[in-house]
């Protein structure tokens, strides 16, 4: 149990992390898409939810946690590849469906769900290091 609550907030600070610095990569590499997040369609900073933000990470590395213990077993291979495998079912089967609902009900672009899926992938993959690093 230790081994899995100390996965679960080593993932959850990297994720932390990782999300500032894509955060900040994301307005300096792609200006233009950062300018989408103020459209009418994104809440303002003062409407109170900006602790989700934060809390993000946490709740994201608790569901995958949940998943590794599960199915870590069958995920192929080394380190690396059980990251990539476990990063690409999250972005299947979670990501994927839920962005084709947002895309269908806000006025979002292409790029902006794109980026989206890319991001989810990239915080599953992570975790997914940190799992099989510290509780393989």
């Known amino acids: 149990m230790r ?3 100390s996965a679960v907030i080593v993932s959850s600070i990297i994720l932390l992390l990782v999300s500032f610095g894509l955060l900040y990569a994301m307005i300096a590499i ?3 898409q950062a300018e989408e997040y103020f459209s009418p369609v994104f809440r303002w900073s003062n409407a109170g939810t900006d ?3 934060y809390a993000h990470p ?3 590395s608790i569901a995958l946690k949940w998943f590794w213990e ?3 077993q069958i995920l192929p291979g080394g380190t690396i590849l059980k990251a990539v495998e476990l990063a690409f079912v999250y972005g299947i089967v979670a990501m994927l469906p839920v962005l084709w609902l947002t895309f269908s009900a806000i006025d979002i672009s292409p790029l902006m769900v794109l980026s989206w899926l890319g991001y989810g992938i ?3 993959f992570v975790a997914g290091l940190v799992f099989a690093k510290l509780n393989p």
């Open 51 to 53: 602790w989700m933000f």
């Open 122 to 124: 990239l915080q599953a």
């Open 70 to 72: 599960r199915y870590k």
């Open 58 to 60: 946490f709740v994201l």
């Open 30 to 32: 792609f200006p233009n």
């Open 3 to 5: 081994k899995v609550i």
